[in-house]
Nanobody, 121 residues
Framework: QVRLVESGGGLVQAGGSLRLSCAAS????????MAWYRQAPKDGRVLVAS???????NHADSVKGRFTISRDNAKNTVYLQMNSLKPEDTSVYYC???????????????WGQGTQVTVSS
């Protein structure tokens, strides 16, 4: 049974930083592609960043240069380092296990419970 548990969210002032973590279990983590999504109230879930099983990364234009996705296969954990946070980054952030088809990341139906990030102006 795949389980993804996010942590690290919280309240931060604009310009601040947070690091989100997602601990995975019940899956061969090192062979899987992973991603972070976010969902603001009344919005759909949006892909923020993804990382392949060999460490290649992609970031949404809205976070490029500010957020960095990474993984530690020894700890079965994927991270999202978020710097220079803006009020518009306020969302619930979700970890996902999915797969790449070429350069396109497609989410499987494996999601964490989410962690709230709130950025005050």
């Amino acid at each position: 049974q795949v389980r993804l548990v996010e942590s690290g969210g919280g309240l931060v002032q604009a310009g601040g930083s947070l690091r989100l973590s997602c601990a995975a279990s019940g899956t061969r983590f090192s062979t899987k592609d992973m991603a972070w999504y976010r969902q603001a109230p009344k919005d759909g879930r949006v892909l923020v960043a993804s990382i392949s099983n060999d460490g290649s990364t992609n970031h949404a234009d809205s976070v490029k240069g500010r957020f960095t996705i990474s993984r530690d296969n020894a700890k079965n954990t994927v991270y999202l380092q978020m710097n220079s946070l803006k009020p518009e980054d306020t969302s619930v952030y979700y970890c996902n296990r999915g797969r790449y088809y070429g350069s396109y990341y497609s989410p499987d139906n494996f999601w964490g419970q989410g962690t709230q990030v709130t950025v005050s102006s």
